[in-house]
């Protein structure tokens, strides 16, 4: 039986009659993903793309100007010969008209699992090749935190996938404290692939081993209910504040550890300055932080005790990060960690996001496996990744970013491979204002979805089921052959494949294929992994041993991972890459940008939109989280995410009490509203969710209404999140800052769902 590998797995596919009837787990994998069944039944449904398409309004342009409307348009089925030869040549006279610098192809996105069809690695390597693209930097899982968190600790890359194992916690850990819970749901993914989900096991194993657990979250699903854990409710946004009101108690009651703060960290006491209210006349009590948290002064008083009793592991979670100014929840929380003391000592200090993916806490060697040479882009423009729609809106226009002054290229050209903008990015009404900009768009998918009905020209490109792959990544122990389980479906092509012939028609059909096709790159893949491995002590099998056996598993770590160990045994041997190579409690570089959204050190700024707001025209918090169902937007068409859906709408969770007010029961349609747009969901009512909290996974596709402005009928939470930076330091997202309101609607006469339905298509 052949194996495939995924974001959320790895699997043997079942086959019939060239279809997909079933995704059997792997036989090492104790805790398998159910998003994997999300295959079946799709990969020729309907919403599969099966020839390349342009979009009639753009055929029929006069001069640059494209006609009709992106995302209302029809298409026309075209030839691949036909459709590369108008790529090529909109590729050649953006560059020659107007330098490379007008491509933008930043293509954030997680795309598939397999490491040489991984579509950003190749467009990179081909635009490259031409002279180069404006990309996009940092992500939108936890820009804020990628930014903020080299200041303080000298690195965030380097740790956050090397954090103290769950091992160090079981055996020797006490309490662990999870700002965002422990979400076993997303403990589901992992970047490139996994053998064995290990989420679940090893938190039940922490309970067993006696660790307690406290859920700070507005959810109390955050947490698997075998934790028996505490669940302080807090009011969304408002972590940074509590943070500071157990770390005032800890300062007010001589609980921190002065020592490690003279030895380890910098800047205490400015930041000490700031708690008592010396800097600012507002002492950071516990009753101050309560009445921002909506939680109980004796509760953070007696929190901050208990974590300073014994060794205490912090996690926060990365949805902090996507908030406004969501760099101080992190930094807030490093600075708890360094007064508590217990950074790098076994079991303890702090961590980031136990279970966002499988990885964290994975007790695994890091695997520097090789990956498809980029070459140089030649343009240096870029945008921090979620300011795309300002870009498009502001061409010459001016942005902060880290202590730079940037300006926006003017993006003629948007060329998209492996992401979905319409699904990542928030205010999506406003996103597709900000995408009738460039003169053309061109995009490879494989399916019908928002991303692919708001291109110009459609691309179908085969998905991992229809190639084959080597299946490994740096972030995980298991090597999977990946062996294609069907034919390509239709038209559909390999990203690759695309890629040389367009190469070939810019004349650099070299220098891009180095003239291997994509059997001899994975061989070649595959023989510098080995070499690499191999100078740090693995042993891969050879290559054609490997793809006989279909699997090889690498060893795991013989000894529990704990994040800073060295740099707390000997900070001057083992120095952090910050200037002080301490931790910065202050930063004089992040004070010198003098951004008053970010100071020199953690502060509480309260979001624009938050319950504690004094406009709450909407008067409910939306949080949208990582869905259970599916990664993101992808096999949102598959019936995995379909089951999971009210009356074929997305889900909104609301609490009793906000049903009872509104006249809402489980199963009604609501709309849900805010000053940015509209969408349908299907009710569900819990006790589950904070009052004043409605909660909606991402991930269903954007469906906006031709009749009605900015509704989006299927239920894309992204149609209500805000579309501002976390702050001028990192200029990240900040989707979870987002007030709405809700009310229910007769349920005749609502538009029918058309999300999973391709767009009108005139045959040639
Ligand atoms: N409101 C809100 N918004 C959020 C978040 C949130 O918490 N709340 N979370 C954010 C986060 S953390 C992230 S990481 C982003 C995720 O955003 P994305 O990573 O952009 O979302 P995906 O749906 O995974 O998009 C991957 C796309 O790649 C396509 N694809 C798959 N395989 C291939 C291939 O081989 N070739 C090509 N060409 N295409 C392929 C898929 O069909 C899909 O459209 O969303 C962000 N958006
Ligand atoms: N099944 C599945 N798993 C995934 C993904 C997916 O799409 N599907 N996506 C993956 C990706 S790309 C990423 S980046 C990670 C993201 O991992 P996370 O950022 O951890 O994911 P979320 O589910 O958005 O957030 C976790 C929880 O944080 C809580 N939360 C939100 N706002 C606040 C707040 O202000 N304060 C507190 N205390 N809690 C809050 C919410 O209740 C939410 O359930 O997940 C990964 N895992
Ligand atoms: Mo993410």
Not at 283 to 305: G, H, M, N, V, Y
Not at 642 to 648: E, M, R, T
Request: net charge negative; proline share 7%.
């Amino acid at each position: 039986m052949g194996l495939t590998t995924t974001h959320w797995g790895t699997y043997y596919p079942q086959v019939e009659k060239g279809r997909i009837t079933e995704m059997l787990p792997f036989s090492e994998d104790p805790d398998p993903s159910e998003i994997g069944a999300g295959f079946v039944g799709v990969l020729d449904a309907p919403s599969r793309v099966t020839a390349p398409m342009a979009r009639k309004g753009w055929l029929e342009r006069k001069g640059l100007a494209p006609a009709g409307r992106r995302g209302r348009d029809s298409f026309v089925e075209l030839d691949w010969q036909t459709a590369l030869d108008l790529v090529a040549g909109e590729l050649n006279r953006v560059r020659t008209d107007y330098g490379n610098q007008a491509i933008f192809a930043g293509c954030y996105g997680w795309a598939s699992a397999g490491r040489f069809h991984h579509a950003q690695s190749q467009i990179h390597r081909f635009l490259n090749c031409i002279g180069g693209y404006t990309k996009s930097v940092n992500t939108y899982s936890f820009a804020a935190a990628e930014v903020i968190v080299p200041h303080v600790l000298g690195d965030f890359r380097g740790f956050i996938y090397n954090q103290t194992s769950w091992e160090s916690i079981i055996r020797d850990g006490s309490l662990f404290v999870g700002f965002g819970g422990v979400p076993l749901k997303n403990g589901q993914i992992n970047q490139g692939g996994t053998g064995k989900h290990i989420q679940r096991q090893r938190v039940l194993e922490a309970r067993q081993a006696g660790i307690e657990f406290v859920n700070i979250s507005p959810l109390q699903e955050d947490m698997l209910d075998d934790l028996g854990a505490q669940w302080m409710a807090i009011r969304p946004n408002t972590d940074t504040a509590l943070i500071l009101g157990l770390c005032y108690v800890l300062l007010n009651e001589g609980l921190h550890n002065k020592e490690f703060l003279a030895s380890h960290c910098t800047g205490f006491d400015r930041f000490a300055d700031y708690l008592t209210g010396t800097a600012d006349g507002q002492p950071k009590t516990p009753q101050w932080a309560a009445a921002i948290c909506d939680l109980a002064p004796e509760a953070i008083t007696s929190l901050a005790r208990n974590m300073a009793s014994r060794p205490t592991m912090i996690s926060l979670s990365w949805s902090l990060t996507r908030q406004a100014y969501g760099e101080q929840p992190i930094w807030a929380g490093i600075v708890l960690a360094a007064m508590l003391g217990q950074i790098g000592l076994p079991g303890s200090g702090i961590g980031l996001g136990y279970s966002a993916v499988n990885r964290v806490g994975h007790n695994l060697e890091r695997l520097p496996f090789a990956a498809l040479p980029q070459g140089i882009n030649s343009v240096s423009d870029f945008i921090p990744v979620a300011r795309i729609a300002d870009m498009l809106l502001e061409p010459g226009g001016d942005f902060d970013y880290n202590g730079g002054h940037h300006s926006y290229p003017d993006v003629k050209l948007v060329y998209w491979a492996g992401g979905n903008p319409f699904h990542h990015h928030q205010d999506l009404n406003r996103l597709v204002d900000a995408w009738q900009k460039p003169e053309t768009v061109i995009v490879h998918e494989w399916c019908w979805n928002a991303l692919a009905k708001h291109a110009d020209i459609v691309l179908p490109v085969t998905t991992p089921l229809e190639r084959r792959d080597l299946g490994f990544a740096p972030l995980d122990n298991y090597m999977i052959s990946m062996e294609p389980a069907i034919a390509p479906v239709a038209g559909a092509r390999d990203d690759f494949e695309i890629f040389a012939d367009l190469a070939r028609k810019c004349g650099v059909e070299e220098r891009f294929t180095e003239g291997r096709n994509a059997e001899e790159w994975q061989a070649w893949l595959y023989d510098v992994s080995r070499q690499r491995l191999a100078k740090s002590g693995f042993e891969m099998p050879s290559y054609s041993d490997f793809r006989e056996a279909g699997w090889h598993k690498l060893p795991e770590r013989q000894t529990p991972e704990i994040l800073f160990q060295d740099f707390r045994k000997d900070p001057l041997q083992h120095p952090l890459k910050t200037p002080s190579g301490k931790i910065e409690i202050y930063s004089e570089t992040v004070a010198g940008f003098a951004y008053e959204d970010c100071l020199g050190h953690p502060f509480w700024r309260a979001p624009l939109e938050w319950l504690g707001a004094e406009d709450i025209s909407y008067p409910l918090h939306l949080i949208s989280h990582q869905p259970r169902t599916k990664l993101h937007s992808q096999l949102d068409q598959g019936p995995v995410s379909a089951a999971a859906k009210i009356k074929g709408r997305e889900v909104v969770t609301l609490n009793p009490v906000d049903a009872a007010s509104r006249q809402i029961k489980e199963g009604d349609i609501v709309r849900i509203f805010n000053q940015r747009g509209a969408i349908l969901a299907g009710a569900k009512v819990s006790h589950t969710i904070r009052q004043g909290v409605v909660l909606m996974p991402t991930g269903a596709w954007f469906d906006p209404d031709p009749d009605r402005d900015g509704l989006c009928k299927h239920g894309n939470p992204n149609v209500l999140a805000p579309d501002r930076p976390t702050s001028r330091l990192a200029q990240g997202p900040a989707a979870h800052s987002c007030l709405v309101e809700i009310a229910v609607l007769p349920e005749a006469g609502l538009p029918e769902v058309s999300a999973h339905k391709p767009p009108e298509i005139a045959k040639k």
